[in-house]
């Protein structure tokens, strides 16, 4: 049986849609507990490829017969030479174009809906890593929000929809993956917005994004007053766009909230992070659809891939949003911090302009989950 390649667009597809299939991990099982494709109805075996350079026939028996496997490693190399060796045992085998490492940076655009204006909302889901970022869409012009490093991607797409980018946001100075809005900007000759009290070590020029500062996307406004919402970072800012969406970036997510010690501030930050959920937020209306920076675990996306929710049934829901104690709601923050996020201070010191690294560095800086919620 021939040997064939699948992209991460499909594998992309087959977890958003919920398709059952079978993957045979080939890193050490250290990687892959710490991450690895997932999808509600993925079945895994994981063997490191050092345990199957003397054949594949003692884990035969494992593998499905009667569905294809793909074959999963960090780069693609070693998932193909043990992709053929069952191919030879006959069995119907693929494997992913470009390993963990292309996987990290797949974007999936879905359209999350329609402004009253006749403008569109997209969405950019990096699954591999759980990354959100935005598009707005108005009259010929966009505005990027939270963009990755895989600045061609928005840069093509916009050109797909016939739109200029003219402003670049990024709510808050990104501590888990690289951000791509400066570069973009600097491409297109868009305007770069960042909270400025979140910039006070960058080395580049930046407008800074101040409650007041309203900006036009051909006729939508991204209204930033009164959204100034400090927690995960002392900088965090989130948007309101067309009184419908709520941009709440890191700090609020489907099924938990942000982490607020990226900085090594946390017991400085937390009641920053107290203050915006439980009156900044709990002042905003039930109905605006809460749009975040990141999404945890798969069951957080829609039937169509996008991550969303109304911020009434979070507040109903979600448990960092009814800890009515202000010492139990510290302790819970401070106290159920995961890892840090893999090489966060070079993350944070390439997004503030002052180390520049190569794109193969830049992919190891980010390998490995997204960490920016309280657990």
């Known amino acids: 049986m021939p040997v064939t390649p699948m992209t991460t667009k499909e594998v992309a597809k087959k977890v958003i849609n919920k398709e059952s299939f079978f993957i045979l991990d080939v890193r050490n099982e250290d990687a892959f507990q710490d991450w690895k494709v997932e999808g509600e109805n993925v079945q895994y075996l994981n063997i490191p490829y050092f345990d199957l350079l003397d054949g594949v026939e003692e884990i035969l028996p494992q593998l ?16 193909i030479m043990v992709a ?6 006959g069995l119907t085998v693929s494997y992913l174009q ?6 990290s940076e797949h974007l999936e655009p879905v359209k999350v809906g329609d402004l009253k204006d006749g403008g569109e909302l997209y969405q950019f889901v990096r699954i591999g ?13 966009a505005a990027l929000i ?11 797409f916009a050109k797909e929809i016939s739109a200029t980018i003219t402003h670049v946001f990024d709510t808050h100075l990104h501590a888990d993956h690289i951000s791509g809005g400066r570069q973009i900007a600097e491409a297109v000759n868009a305007t770069y917005w960042l909270p400025p009290k979140d910039a006070a070590e960058v080395v580049f020029q930046y407008e800074p994004l101040e409650e007041g500062n309203d900006v036009m996307i051909g006729n939508t406004t991204i209204q930033i007053q009164p959204l100034y919402s400090p927690g995960h970072t002392i ?3 989130s948007f309101i766009i ?3 969406y709520l941009l709440s970036g890191d700090i609020l997510f489907i099924d938990s909230i942000g982490r607020p010690d990226l900085a090594g501030l946390a017991e400085d930050w937390v009641g920053d992070l107290r203050e915006t959920l439980y009156k900044r937020y709990k002042a905003l209306s039930d109905e605006l659809i809460v749009l975040p920076a990141h999404f945890m675990i798969m069951e957080e996306l829609n039937e169509d891939g996008s991550v969303s929710e109304k911020l009434g049934t979070l507040s109903e829901k979600n448990h960092g949003l009814n800890i009515e104690d202000e010492a139990v709601f510290r302790e819970m923050v401070t106290g159920n911090l995961p890892p840090q996020p893999n090489a966060y201070q070079e993350i944070r010191e390439t997004n503030m302009g002052k180390i520049t690294p190569d794109d193969e560095k830049q992919r ?3 390998i490995g989950p997204n960490r920016c919620a309280v657990r």
Do not use: F
């Not at 053929?84 to 045992?89: A, F, G, I, K, V």
């Not at 470009?98 to 996987?103: E, N, Q, R, S």
């Open 235 to 237: 900088g965090s800012t």
């Open 84 to 89: 053929e060796m069952l191919s030879e045992e």
């Open 64 to 79: 499905p017969q009667d569905k294809e496997v793909l074959v999963i490693c960090a780069k693609e190399g070693s998932s």
């Open 364 to 366: 190891e800086m980010e």
């Open 146 to 156: 939270d963009a990755t490093r895989m600045t061609d991607v928005y840069m093509d």
């Open 129 to 141: 890593k759980g990354c959100l970022s935005y598009m707005v869409v108005s009259n010929g012009e």
């Open 242 to 244: 067309d009184d419908t």
């Open 98 to 103: 470009g390993g963990m490492k292309a996987w």
